[in-house]
């Protein structure tokens, strides 16, 4: 999503750079909406219709980049644990395919 919005010269908008502009008499606020909603439009439709149902009101990409970070940013150690487990656990015939080495 970075790249893809950096490339496009948008991330500013994700990242807090380019605030929300609120005065109306603001001349630039009409460039501002228009590259806030083509950054919503993008963020919406590249996520799960669930994740994008949580998401589709927020007013601004801030806000949405911000709620997704704090949503999906920590790990889940008890799932990851579990992933671990069956990992380790996994066999094929009588023979264990372990991995090799443990990840980092």
């Known amino acids: 999503m970075r790249r893809a919005l950096g490339g496009k ?3 500013e908008l994700f990242d807090g750079t380019i605030p929300p502009i609120i ?3 603001d001349h630039t606020i009409r460039a501002w909406n228009g590259c806030n909603m083509l950054v ?3 963020i919406v439709n590249s996520v799960s219709p669930s994740i994008a149902q949580s998401i589709v009101f927020m007013e601004n990409a801030y806000d ?3 709620d997704l970070k704090e949503s ?3 790990g889940d ?8 487990q ?3 656990s996994s066999q094929q015939d009588s ?3 372990t991995p090799l080495s443990t990840p980092s």
Do not use: C, G, N, R
Not at 77 to 82: A, H, N, Y
């Open 9 to 11: 010269m948008k991330f």
């Open 23 to 25: 005065d109306t008499f």
């Open 40 to 42: 919503h439009s993008w």
């Open 64 to 66: 949405i980049w911000s």
């Open 72 to 74: 999906f940013a920590q």
């Open 77 to 84: 150690l008890v799932q990851i644990f579990e992933l671990m």
């Open 86 to 88: 069956k990992i380790y």
């Open 95 to 97: 023979k264990s395919v």
